[in-house]
């Protein structure tokens, strides 16, 4: 009985880190789908058309 608990708990644990990865990798898409976005259509301002939608 023992073994066959450990190897469903085992599965649980694989399944619940295979889904959180997927979707980490899911949000880290989108974050780099945003910075993209944001890079190529940065507002222009005052500096000479040298505008930032972040600060670094």
């Known amino acids: 009985m023992v073994p066959i608990l450990l190897v469903l708990l085992l599965a649980l644990i694989l399944f619940g880190a295979g889904f959180a990865v997927k979707v980490l990798w899911w949000i880290a898409l989108a974050v780099l789908v945003l ?3 944001g890079f190529f259509m940065r507002s222009t ?5 040298r505008g930032r939608w972040y600060r670094w």
Request: hydrophobic share 50%; glycine share 24%; charged share 0%.
């Open 35 to 37: 910075w993209l976005l």
């Open 45 to 49: 301002t005052a500096s000479g058309g």
